[in-house]
């Protein structure tokens, strides 16, 4: 693979460099006034070079494959009693149904008499729709949680909104006020 260089006044910098993260790193430290180096087999590098470091530990797990299970089985046996709960939350079906059951019972609890149920599904509709459209998933969001810290809000349309997944999960259980 040939590196293709990018110039501009005072500095050449290679186009083939792994992330994104390194290579701003690289510019910054160009235009601060250190250069990059070379490591023995040509890649340009500050400190450690990454093509090396990766080559040199795919090189080790396949001459050591027993060992290399060994220590990932370990490693994963440490996290496993350092998080014991996490089988019951992620591996069990009947404990995911029971939480699903009692989002829904929470939904229902918050619903008032007089919301229509077609209302709060054109708001549903509108997720599954963008979802489809652009093949990011949507969620349906309380803009006040049904459980929050300071307040509990309604499920009614004008508490729902769409967002997608991740802007959901950062979002969390946070209402407006303490998000500003």
Known sequence: MAIKELRWPGATLPALIPQRAFRERVVREIILGS???????????????????????????????????????????????????????????SYRAAERQAYKRRCRVATPPWVSIADLMIVYDKAKRLTTLTGIQHDVDHIYPLRGTNSCGLHVPWNLQVLTKEENVRKGNSDPSSRT
Do not use: I
């Open 35 to 93: 250069s990059l180096k070379k490591c023995k087999r040509g890649h340009f590098r500050m400190g450690v070079c990454a093509v090396c470091h990766r080559q040199s530990r795919d090189a080790w797990e396949q001459k050591n494959k027993k060992k290399s299970t060994e220590q990932h089985l370990a490693r994963r046996k440490r996290w496993t009693l350092n998080h014991p709960g996490w089988r019951k939350r992620y591996r069990n079906p």
